[in-house]
């Protein structure tokens, strides 16, 4: 029975992943973003700004090593 679930779920898991990769993707953006002014392509991400993005990384990063020090000083009690 362990055997038929197993089998059951990886032939289950082979199908939707053929059904998810096999759609078509986004069609390219046209280029220079559309309505922006000037000449050339818009550069990778359409400028879009990574300042938040970089402050919620280092908040995690933060948190994770404050986890680190707090079992590194639970575990030496």
């Known amino acids: ?3 038929f679930i197993y089998n059951f779920f990886i032939t289950l898991m082979l199908l939707f992943s053929a059904s998810v990769f ?3 993707g986004n069609p ?3 280029p220079n973003g559309g309505n922006a002014p000037g000449p050339g392509n818009t550069p ?3 400028g879009a ?3 938040s993005g ?9 948190a994770y090593g404050g986890k680190k020090v707090y079992k590194l000083y ?3 009690d």
């Open 1 to 3: 029975m362990k055997t």
């Open 22 to 24: 096999s759609q078509p």
């Open 28 to 30: 390219p953006p046209p």
């Open 44 to 46: 990778v991400g359409g």
């Open 49 to 51: 700004p990574i300042g």
């Open 54 to 62: 970089i402050a919620v990384l280092l908040c995690l990063s933060a």
């Open 74 to 76: 639970k575990n030496k």
